[in-house]
Each structure stands twice: as C-alpha cells, then as structure tokens.
C-alpha cells in the first residue's frame, strides 16, 4: 500500500491531498482562514463565567468567545494560573522555561465549580481542542500539550503515559523507563504508538525540540498581550507528515519553491533516511490536475457516490446526524442469489463509507443503512470489515454491530468544519437561469478572441486554458485548428485542459502566467 502527499499552493493558500494507492483518502485546506487550529496555544480573557453550564466563555480573537467547560480546565489548572501571573508579573525576567523549580498548586476537585477557579477578566492559557464549526466558536481546554513526532510534552504533570496501541509488555516497559530517565521535573509525557521501537537518542531529541518549542512560548507569553497566540501548531502539511510518516510514505509532491525547501528540511528534521521522496513538481498541467484529484474531487464530494460494481451511496446531512444509504443500482442483475448480491454491495460500501467519512472530515453521529442481509455470519463480516477500515482513521471512532433493522451506528470525533467542496456547478453561460444563447458558438468565440490577441497583442507566448472537450476540438485532427492558426500568424497559441473550468469558460495567460483581461 502506497502513500502520496501532493500539496498544491493557489493565491488562496494551500490544498494539501493525502493518496492512497491513487485514490484520495483526505484533503485539507491550509490558508489564512484556518486560524484557530487544534493544538494553537492562546493567551485569553474570561469574558464570561456561566455557572449554570458549569463552563466559561473565553476571548481568544475570534468573532463568536471560545467554549471552556470545567471538565476541560485539567486538574493542575491553579498550576497554570499561578505560572501565567509570575511569567506577566513585574518579575517575570526570572521566569524561565524550566519547571523545576517551579512549585505545582494542589489539584482541583474533579465535582467542583467553575466560578470556584475562574474570574470575569481573569487572563488565562487555554489550547483550541476543536475548531470553530458553524455558528460555534472554538472549544478550548487548559490541559495544554505539545505534539511531537513520538512524544507529547504536558507542563505542570509528572505522569508518564503510553499509547494502548502499543501491545507488547516488554516494549511498554522499556518505553517507560527510557522516558522516565530523560524527562524534565515537573513535564509529563505521552508516549505516541510510532515510538514503538525507537532508540533513546530518537526520543531525547524529540524531547529536547518540545522543550525548545514550550520555552519560546514562554518568552512569548512574559510580552503576550490578550487574544495573542502563544505556541502555535506547525502548518497543516507538516503536521500531516508528522502524524503519519512512515515506511509507506513513497513520495511527497510540491509545486512551490519555498514549501519545498520548508517541507524538506523538516523531513530531514525528523526522518532523515525519508528526505528523497520530497519531490519539485514544475510540469505544464497543473499539480492536481497531472495526479488525477481534480476529476475525483468531482466525482466523490455529491450527494450521490458511485461503486465500481454498480451500487452506490446516498449521503444525506441533517443538523443532528449524517445519514448514509448504500444501494445496490443495477448489481441486482448482475446475481441471481439475492443474499450474495447484498453482501458484496455492503462490503463494498463499507470499504468507502470509511474512506468518506474520512474525505469529507465527517463527525458526530453517522448511521449507514445497508441493504438488508439475512445470514449472521454476514452480518458479523460487515460488522469486522466496517472496523477493519476504520482503523486508518486517526480521528477517534466507535463503530456499532449491527442493528436489527440492518443500521450501523458510528460516532466520529469532530474537531474541524466539515469538508464540502459544490459538485454541481451554475452554468456559466446562462448564470443558473436555465436560458442561453447558442453554446455551439462558443469554440467561435474563444477562436475570436485567440485572433484578437495574435493580431494586437505583441507578446508571442500565449496560453489559453479550456475545458478537455474544447481542448479535443482546437487540437485534434491533422492539420488541427491550432496549426491553422499557426500559418496564419506565424504564432504558437499553447492551450492546456483544464477540468475545473465549465465547457464554456476559458482563460488566457501570457509569458509570466499572469492572467490576460479581455474586458
């Protein structure tokens, strides 16, 4: 099984896809929007303390305050408070990163109340544990932590902690040991699966770059004025690669000079042995459109999803679930045994159920209602192939057996916006009003406009970008329309296919891909 990230920069930002043998398995968008990310450490104001809710409202910057329950203040949360007035106080020079001298506050108690902890105006650290989604601001927690590669820092605890993935007592027990030995006084540490392993050196400097990354933000935090970031999360692509690095990773793809060079020095930051398979895309087409995402983004973010053997899904989303049907299509036909015919549809939705779920950053309550099945025994495959291909997943899930109605329930983390990306496109010609002039024209019109800018525009190295049938049109055949124009004007029109523009819509460009305005 292959792994491929192909991160694709736009004026926008960044769209950053993660493949799996070919197929797009999650997308990302990294850009100035995605502020508030899981794991940005602020500096915040108590803007409200609610005790009916057992919770605060916090001011971290964002239009709608932050969402701060009791439960999410962590129990060593005096400890925080008290480091937080020492470090802005009048003698915050002789605060520094290390916590060793640093004396912990008694815990707090784990029934208590809010307004027992937290003031109005009180000035408060506070990490984003979900971003923003719909009308609801970031929920936020004072348990603060620092990810590494195979380690999380925790300031203000002295408990070692270690993936349950990890199964094998004997490496447990090493694991402990060795980072018992290097851990700071007053850190914690979780110990993540991929440093299942790993030798102490691997450890220690994971270890020692996280304590670097808490003392900048503590010098930060001595100067730090409210709503400004304290500790931020690295970008969205390296923080991919970090969480997800390994033996099946086969290339990284980029088509930005600095990116790049930013994406390969934290390769070789992290794995060294990995730093080959960064890889400068420079080609003609452009980078998603060269690796086929751009025509499965069409096809796989509608309502309706196609299977290969005929079925297909319907997906449905309500303010309190997500809904998923899998029919069979015109698979019925195809088996004379109805109970097979069901099974392998299933099993077959299943496999990119999960895949959605993923894709489309899918969270909360899913229930998926597959065809009806008789057999227990193909009852309980779909239940442990549902699972199976749900362990990639690395947002925390519950899937259900199921039900006797043939329903599977499942409950997926959600700590980022849905995904959704508009498969059905406004015609551009008519503007969705249903009417327009003869389309036929418009391989006519683009043809006008080429001889418009041929005869009055002097630079010789045009570009015009159309939609793949148009580009079918203008290039085929011998001689092609493009060689007429050629004989013409003595003038090379280079036309790429673009899959994301409409039949009708076109773009031209000169030497330095700056778009050319033809009002």
Known sequence: MSNELVINS???GSRIALMRDKSLVELHYDNDETKFQVGDIYLGVVRKVVPGLNAAFIDIGYEKDAFLHYLDLGPKVKSLLKFIKLAQGKHHKHVNESLKQF???????????????????????VQVVKEPISTKGPRLSCELS????????????????????ITDAGERRRLLKLVNSIKPENFGVIIRTVAEGKEV?????????????????????????????????????????????NE????????????????????????????????????????????????????????????????????????????????????????NNQEATAFNVNIEAATEIARQLRLRDMG?????????????????????????????????????PLSKFGLVQITRQRVRPELSIVTKEKCPTCNGTGKITASIAIADQIETEIMHLMENQNDHKIKVGVHPYLFSYFTGGFPSRRMKWFFKHFKWIKIFEDSSLGLSEYKFFDHHDEEISLK
Request: charged share 30%; no cysteine.
């Open 10 to 12: 736009t004026q926008e």
């Open 103 to 125: 004396r912990l506050e008694p815990e707090i108690d784990k029934l208590g109340k809010i307004n027992d902890v937290l003031k109005q105006n009180q000035k408060i650290m």
């Open 248 to 335: 099946s990773f086969d290339s990284i793809t980029v088509d930005d000079k600095d990116a790049y060079e930013e994406i390969r020095r934290f390769i070789l930051q992290i794995a060294p042995d990995k730093a080959g398979i960064v890889k400068f895309y420079s080609g003609k087409a452009k980078l998603f459109e060269h690796f086929g995402i751009e025509k499965q983004l069409k096809t796989l973010f509608g309502q309706t999803v196609s299977l290969g053997s005929g079925g297909y899904l319907v997906i449905e989303h309500t303010e309190a679930l997500h809904v998923i049907d899998v029919n069979s299509g015109n698979k019925s036909n195809a088996e």
């Open 364 to 400: 909360g309550i899913i229930v998926i209602d597959f065809i009806d099945m008789k057999k227990a025994e193909h009852k309980q495959k779909l239940y442990q192939h549902m699972k199976a291909e749900m362990k990639a997943d690395r947002s925390k899930h519950t899937v259900l």
């Open 146 to 165: 620092l990810a590494g590669r195979y380690l999380v820092l925790v300031p203000f605890s002295n408990t070692v902690n270690i993936s349950k993935k």
């Open 201 to 245: 050196s691997e450890l220690d400097k994971d270890l020692r770059d996280l304590n670097l990354k808490w003392a900048e933000g503590v010098e930060k935090l001595k100067v730090a004025k409210p709503r400004e970031k304290v500790i931020g999360e690295i970008n969205r692509a390296t923080s991919m690669l970090r969480d997800i690095l």
